[in-house]
């Protein structure tokens, strides 16, 4: 096999493989897996959410929150969209703008694998990349694995991915590769991710586990307004994930349950319809009931509700709508559905995605500090940037 071509890609993922199938032939695609697009296959349980009709920069998060604006308006969620739709592939919107396959997330690596086909590039699989090496008019790779040796090429794509589930093979290579060249990486944490707390507060959460109720989440940075669930192992729903990747190590959260109810209302109003009522089964009734039972208790509430003042229903109402939590952590990139920050965007071209001082060098996809909210905002950005770096590369 030909050890020269114009464009090697490392990671067989999302952005990937969007990228070989715009990068022009000639184009190698290099993985350690056994398979393409693993995590497409098991994203959105199964169905991908593969976009986002709202999605626009300002639901990613990156130290240089306009970076991600080119390539998402050049290449948008209607341009993957109408890809999906030419591939007679199905789809439904979820919630709040996500779009799900009707049938299964395979779709979408087919889809990927016909693009690339059509593209004329090639994939190996189970091969991973031992060493590269900078020549005059380009780069060189060893391989080991189905494919070994040396390789070359004009224009190297890393596309690897990040941290988050190690047990799929996700490595650090993308920021070993950036170390390498000298271009920074932004300290990366998991995101998307569970809250874990210490073992006082679990005592008292386990047995609320499968409780689910909406809340409005606030971090020192930004509020989530979606569902919340309680687990054997902490708090998690798309509201603590969101909030998750906002959240750094020692803060605390801030937790409105229900938002929208008017809790002091609803607490005075039963105060003068049925005086005798326990304010906790009260509050059992309001919430969850588990949750409302664990929440009176925490508030110290018992007894004849006609024997609270509105002081103490208002006190009450506040906890419910103002619950401070400390996580102690989360559960980190074991379960974590991203990776925050990664290559920095400082050294990166926002309309190609090419390594500044390093030319032929792109990093695409997740391994770039460019983080999406929950929602399909991350296999957007995944399509929107390996389309900027595969366009820019066919046409140089
Ligand atoms: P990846 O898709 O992770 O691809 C990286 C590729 O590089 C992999 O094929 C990997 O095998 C390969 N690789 C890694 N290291 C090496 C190496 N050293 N050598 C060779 N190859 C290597 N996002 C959404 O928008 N919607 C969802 O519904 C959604 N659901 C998710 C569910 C789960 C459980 C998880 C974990 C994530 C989910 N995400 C979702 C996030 C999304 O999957 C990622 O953001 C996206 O896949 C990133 O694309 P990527 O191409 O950058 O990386």
């Known amino acids: 096999s030909n050890p020269h071509h114009n464009t090697i890609i490392i990671g067989a993922g999302a952005a990937g493989m969007m990228c070989a199938a715009h990068s022009g032939g000639d184009t190698l695609v290099i993985d350690h897996a056994k398979a393409p697009g693993e995590k497409i296959r098991i994203s959105g349980g199964g169905r991908c959410n593969f976009t986002n009709m709202h999605a626009g920069a300002d639901n990613f998060i990156s130290s240089n929150p306009h970076f991600a604006k080119s390539a998402l308006k050049r290449y948008t969620q209607w341009d993957f969209i109408g890809l999906v739709a030419s591939h007679g592939i199905t789809y439904h919107e979820k919630t709040l703008g996500q779009l799900f396959c009707d049938d299964s997330s395979k779709q979408i690596v087919s889809m990927l694998m016909t693009e690339m086909e059509k593209a004329g ?96 989440v606030t971090t020192d940075r930004t509020a989530f307004e979606e569902a919340m669930l309680f687990t054997h192992r902490g708090l998690s729903g798309p509201a603590m994930l969101q909030a998750s990747s906002y959240w750094r190590d020692g803060e605390g959260i801030s937790v409105a349950l229900m938002p929208g109810t008017d809790f002091f209302g609803q607490l005075k109003t039963v105060r003068t319809t049925n005086g005798k009522r326990d304010i906790s089964s009260v509050l059992a009734e309001i919430l969850p009931r588990r949750l409302g039972q664990y929440m009176a208790g925490l508030a110290g509430a018992s007894g004849n509700i006609a024997d609270y003042s509105d002081k103490k229903l208002q006190a009450l109402a506040d906890l419910l709508s103002c619950w401070q939590l400390k996580p102690a952590g989360t559960e980190g990139y074991r379960t974590a559905e991203v990776t925050v920050g990664g290559v920095s965007t400082d050294a990166l071209s926002s309309q190609t995605m090419m390594a500044r001082d390093v030319p032929g060098l792109y990093f695409i996809g997740e391994v770039v500090d460019v983080t999406g909210w929950l929602g399909g905002y991350n296999f957007q950005w995944a399509w929107s940037s390996g389309w900027a770096a595969g366009t820019a590369i066919a046409a140089a």
Do not use: W
Request: with cysteine; charged share 20%.
């Open 121 to 216: 590039a090639k994939l190996v699989l189970r091969t991973a990349v031992d060493k590269i090496e900078k020549t005059e008019s380009g780069f060189r790779l060893m391989l080991s694995g189905d494919r070994q040796g040396a390789v070359s090429c004009q224009h190297l794509v890393i596309a690897t991915g990040g941290l988050s589930i190690p047990k799929m093979g996700a490595t650090g290579f993308g920021y070993d590769v950036a170390r390498q060249f000298g271009l920074p990486v932004t300290q990366t944490r998991a995101g998307l991710v569970p809250f874990t707390f210490d073992e006082t507060v679990m005592k008292n959460f386990k047995p609320m586990a499968g409780v689910a109720c909406d809340a409005r």
